[in-house]
């Protein structure tokens, strides 16, 4: 099964659906996503539901997209988005968001799952304390943890051994003593980025006006 990924910000309607029909070397794509909530994406949904029907792609959703504006979007078109993208891990577990999208059979997909080692992850006590019952390291608690509680998990390496490590998870099972300390781990907050920033939306959409080819 093919697996490629194209990126739609800030990209007009028109021009989603030329390069969507221009990147499919293959039979289909398997996930179409809108990166961020910023610009014209209503459109650029509306050309990806297009691609869905018409067998380019597999399944579309959403990255960033949080609260009112995911709501809003997922009322307002026909195929509801299969995923949006957050991120999340155990210092940001998306109760909310996994409650919002819920109503929706959206699902929650995990950037930054080891919240890029921040906030002393892998050196985390408490993540520390319940690997060694189970013979286990701190990413491989957190990662259990997460699919545990029906979160996709997009881990990032270029190391094989971690790769491979991070996929080793079936063969235990965290027990709920260890699932509630992990939950008291929970700040509500992102580490990386805030998109529900309105400072953060205005840096992005300056750099895109400076930056984006197309604008030039």
């Not at 999208?101 to 006590?125: C, D, V």
């Amino acid at each position: 099964m093919p697996a490629i990924g194209f990126g739609v910000y800030q990209i007009p309607a028109d021009e989603t659906e030329r390069a969507v029909g221009d990147a499919v070397e293959t039979d289909y794509i398997d996930l179409l996503l809108i990166h961020q909530p910023l610009g014209d994406y209503y459109g650029t949904y509306r050309a990806m539901e297009k691609a869905c029907e018409a067998g380019k792609a597999r399944a579309i959703g959403l990255s960033n997209f949080y609260d009112a504006r995911f709501v809003d979007l997922a009322e307002n078109m026909d195929i509801k988005p299969a995923v949006v993208q957050l991120e999340t891990h155990v210092f940001s577990q998306q109760v909310k968001m996994r409650h919002l999208a819920e109503k929706y059979g959206t699902h929650i997909m995990a950037w930054s799952p080891l919240a890029r080692g921040m906030n002393g992850l892998f050196t985390n006590k408490t993540l520390k304390a319940i690997g060694e019952k189970y013979g286990k390291d701190n990413a491989q608690v957190c990662l259990k943890f997460l699919t545990d509680e029906g979160i996709i998990v997009l881990p990032q390496s270029t190391r094989t051994e971690r790769m491979a490590s991070n996929l080793a998870i079936d063969d235990f099972s965290l027990g709920e003593t260890d699932k509630e300390l992990i939950r008291k781990m929970d700040t509500g907050k992102a580490l990386a980025a805030d998109f529900n920033d309105p400072e953060l939306a205005g840096y992005l959409l300056a750099y895109d006006r400076n930056f984006n080819p197309r604008n030039k």
